[in-house]
């Protein structure tokens, strides 16, 4: 039987960054404990009880960075969220869904030419969807995005909150890519959280050639089996050894190393951005998919001489992620090896644990116990 609560438990952000005048100091949010009324639902809308919200690097931006956000705290983080719908839109009652991360408005131009992902008043829970986060027991979201799981078999329903964010962003940016059979695709940051997915993504997708970039040789050598072809460790190198590198695996594998290759940026960090910048050649493409605070110098005239193009890619539509659903549960993309889950009280030392780790070595997922 469905119940429905008298309130929502939540882990709030109730203070943001700040940092100290005197010292200089930054010190991250505060979270706390507590509960807020379950709003009266509109007719197109659900309260769906959380099973499960993974801890994405976005959240920890917004935490310990000072990244702002469209709702000032208090605000419950959190926006890679599955669970079950327990009131509102009956025909929804009952099933198990996925929360997109971003709900565009679906009215505005942007939407009505296929650029929703970035639509400028989408909903993004902890962030714009009001007060209303991943990290609690419940959450009011819009119907009409949510993203049905069906037939899962053995797969646990908090896994598939990875699906919300980690395994459709690298979608969304293939497509934005334009990625085509046969293309040939370099990673940078393909041990990470959002890297070991956009390798299966690509491969998935028909990529001729997947080469991936990142420091932990041991992740390295797990990524061989998860989508990347070749594997190049960029620990204690520089950009130069790291580009004689791969043109050494192209020659070695008659690949050639001058022209088209698409290249997705994932780390989010200078060194990565740079490298990318530095490896994008005539007639390549750079997707920009991580996020930081960094700077980066480049001459835009290469640009007009390569024939290249950088590209942004933010999020992802709706519409794709029963596509990307159905390629986890084919097990085309591989969450399993990649996902964990502990306790939502344990959210302030995962939060600890995940910033200092830089890249874990699995997302971490965190299941409400209130």
Same mark, same amino acid.
């Given at each position: 039987? @469905?119940?429905?609560?008298?309130?929502?438990?939540?882990?709030?952000?109730?203070?943001?960054?700040?940092?100290?005048?005197?010292?200089?100091?930054?010190?991250?949010?505060?979270?706390?404990?507590?509960?807020?009324?379950?709003?009266?639902? $509109? $007719?197109?809308?659900?309260?769906?009880?959380?099973?499960?919200? *993974?801890?994405?690097?976005?959240?920890?931006?917004?935490?310990?960075?000072?990244?702002?956000?469209?709702?000032?705290?208090?605000?419950?983080?959190?926006?890679?969220?599955?669970?079950?719908?327990?009131?509102?839109?009956?025909?929804?009652?009952?099933?198990?869904?996925?929360?997109? $991360?971003?709900?565009?408005?679906?009215?505005?131009?942007?939407?009505?030419?296929?650029?929703?992902?970035?639509?400028?008043?989408?909903?993004?829970?902890?962030?714009?969807?009001? =007060?209303?986060?991943?990290?609690?027991? %419940?959450?009011?979201?819009?119907?009409?995005?949510?993203?049905?799981?069906?037939?899962?078999?053995?797969?646990?329903?908090?896994?598939?909150?990875? =699906?919300?964010?980690?395994? !459709?962003?690298?979608?969304?940016?293939?497509?934005?890519?334009?990625?085509?059979?046969?293309?040939?695709?370099?990673?940078?940051?393909?041990? *990470?959280?959002?890297?070991?997915?956009?390798?299966?993504?690509?491969?998935?997708?028909?990529?001729?050639?997947?080469?991936?970039? $990142?420091?932990?040789?041991?992740?390295?050598?797990?990524?061989?089996?998860?989508?990347?072809?070749?594997?190049?460790?960029?620990?204690?190198?520089?950009?130069?050894?790291?580009?004689?590198?791969?043109?050494?695996?192209?020659?070695?594998?008659?690949?050639?190393?001058?022209?088209?290759?698409?290249?997705?940026?994932?780390?989010?960090?200078?060194?990565?951005?740079?490298?990318?910048?530095?490896?994008?050649?005539?007639? *390549?493409?750079?997707?920009?998919?991580?996020?930081?605070?960094?700077?980066?110098?480049?001459?835009?005239?290469?640009?007009?001489?390569?024939?290249?193009?950088?590209?942004?890619?933010?999020?992802? @539509?709706?519409?794709?992620?029963?596509? =990307?659903?159905?390629?986890?549960?084919?097990?085309?993309?591989?969450?399993?090896?990649?996902?964990? !889950?502990?306790?939502?009280?344990?959210?302030?030392?995962?939060?600890?644990?995940? %910033?200092?780790?830089?890249?874990?070595?699995?997302?971490?997922?965190?299941?409400?116990?209130?």
């Amino acid at each position: 039987m @469905l119940q429905v609560p008298d309130k929502i438990q939540t882990w709030q952000m109730v203070q943001p960054t700040s940092k100290d005048k005197e010292t200089g100091e930054v010190k991250p949010g505060r979270l706390e404990k507590t509960s807020i009324p379950v709003p009266t639902l $509109a $007719a197109d809308e659900v309260l769906v009880k959380v099973a499960g919200c *993974g801890v994405c690097h976005t959240d920890l931006g917004y935490f310990y960075d000072g990244v702002p956000t469209v709702q000032k705290p208090p605000l419950t983080l959190g926006h890679e969220i599955s669970g079950t719908v327990v009131a509102g839109d009956e025909k929804w009652m009952g099933k198990e869904v996925i929360i997109p $991360a971003v709900m565009p408005c679906r009215k505005c131009l942007l939407c009505k030419t296929g650029r929703g992902n970035r639509c400028l008043v989408q909903k993004m829970p902890g962030n714009s969807l009001g =007060v209303y986060g991943g990290f609690s027991s %419940h959450i009011p979201v819009p119907s009409i995005d949510l993203c049905e799981v069906r037939n899962r078999g053995n797969i646990p329903l908090e896994h598939l909150a990875v =699906v919300a964010d980690a395994a !459709t962003t690298p979608y969304q940016a293939a497509k934005r890519a334009d990625l085509q059979p046969g293309d040939n695709v370099i990673i940078i940051g393909v041990t *990470g959280g959002v890297g070991v997915y956009m390798a299966q993504t690509v491969k998935a997708l028909g990529a001729k050639a997947v080469i991936g970039i $990142a420091r932990n040789p041991a992740k390295l050598q797990r990524a061989l089996q998860y989508g990347a072809d070749f594997v190049i460790s960029s620990q204690d190198k520089q950009i130069k050894d790291i580009r004689n590198e791969f043109r050494d695996i192209c020659k070695k594998n008659g690949l050639e190393a001058g022209f088209g290759w698409k290249i997705f940026e994932v780390t989010g960090i200078k060194a990565g951005q740079d490298m990318a910048l530095e490896l994008l050649s005539f007639t *390549g493409k750079l997707i920009v998919v991580g996020f930081g605070m960094a700077k980066n110098e480049y001459m835009l005239s290469r640009l007009m001489a390569f024939d290249a193009d950088i590209l942004g890619t933010w999020g992802c @539509l709706p519409e794709y992620y029963p596509i =990307v659903l159905n390629m986890v549960l084919s097990k085309k993309i591989d969450i399993g090896p990649f996902t964990e !889950t502990r306790p939502m009280s344990q959210i302030a030392s995962v939060f600890d644990e995940v %910033h200092k780790a830089g890249s874990p070595e699995k997302r971490i997922v965190l299941t409400p116990d209130f």
